[in-house]
């Protein structure tokens, strides 16, 4: 093909994407106010509408309810049967999926538990799998697949680079693989900002232009949304904080109460995935069963999880409850520092503390709060999204990217 046509299909697939997306994003909009929106005449944005009228991507629908004379008048909605989007988002210890229609809606989800043991192969084999049950009872065509990633990727070559967490994880060719293996595009982000994009534009972000998304799992990173787009970095790693040297209670430390709530030991090289993640806290659980901590986790089977200890703080024991306050207290510091960094309008914990509610969000904004004025003002939540948060997002990330085809 000519490069002067090929650069028209391209230009033309992007304005009609661009045309997906506002009608989308407003639930339904009439031809008119698509027209002026996108700044085109109105016999232009008609030839485009057509077009994707006829191949199933929009629904053109009258508007009932309002008296006027002549054509009665018509809104415009994406088709659900339009086509799917899958998201897929994991880390080192669970992997979840989800399938979205054409209008965004979430159809069905799949969760599969990951191994300490499992290598980069048999990630990748599980990932494909999961999307083969998220296809295999559905004739509608897949459009694209979006993937949170953990750790460190290359977008560009849609390479995942690193993650510490999963035995040979490096220089992932995943892009490609997802690519070839099911014939259509593939987009990857880090699996964290997956998180912040579906807060972004379903959750406790919608409607902002500044927050910061911190995702608690195996790892910990931040999502940063600025003037409301994400905020990638010069190499793809913005909002890796989970390096972060952090001050340490005594709780996490060597199992001691504090004195007072703003007691903090500063450990050489203690980082905050090492003191405040899901990992630390079962390692901090298992520590004071080594010292025969009385506490109802004893009776668990082998060392606890992190289910384990969450189970035991909801029903208020109280060795757990304090391993939740002093993490809270730690992330009270962590909101502490990105309140000075970005001062965002508001500050998103996600991953399964939040599930804990006031349990683990309490401790987080007392201590932001006693470390400075600026987060006395600072509106600082848990996500209500659940654990398909980054699978919705990604698969959100993977629709919004699609353009058609021309």
Partial sequence: MPRRIKSKHQHVASLEAELLRRVRAHGG????????DLKLAPSTAGIYVDRLVRAGFLIETENTGRETAGRPPTSLVPNPDGGRFIGVDFEARNLMATVVDFSQKPLRQVHKTLRPTDSAAQILAKIEEAIDEMTARDSRPVLGIGVGVPGAIDPVTNVAVHYDFIKGWSDVPLGARLGARFGVPVFLENNIRSMALAELWFGAGRGLRNFVCIGIRSGIAAGVVVNGHLLHGAQHRAGEIGHWVCPVPPELA???????????????????????????????????????????????????TIDDVLAAAHNGDSFALSLVRAVGRVHGWVAHQVNELFNPEKIIFAGPLADLGDLFLAPVRETARELGDAGRDLAIVNSKLGQYNGAVGAAALALHQWKPKR
Avoid: C, F, H, Y
């Fill in 254 to 304: 060597d199992g001691t109460p504090p004195r007072r709530n703003s007691e903090w030991r500063w450990q050489a090289g203690a980082r905050l995935e090492q003191v405040a993640s899901l990992s630390a806290i079962e390692a901090a659980a298992q520590r004071g069963l080594e010292r025969k901590q009385e506490t109802a986790l004893a009776d668990v089977k082998g060392e606890p």
């Fill in 29 to 36: 909009l009439s031809r008119v106010q698509l027209a002026r």
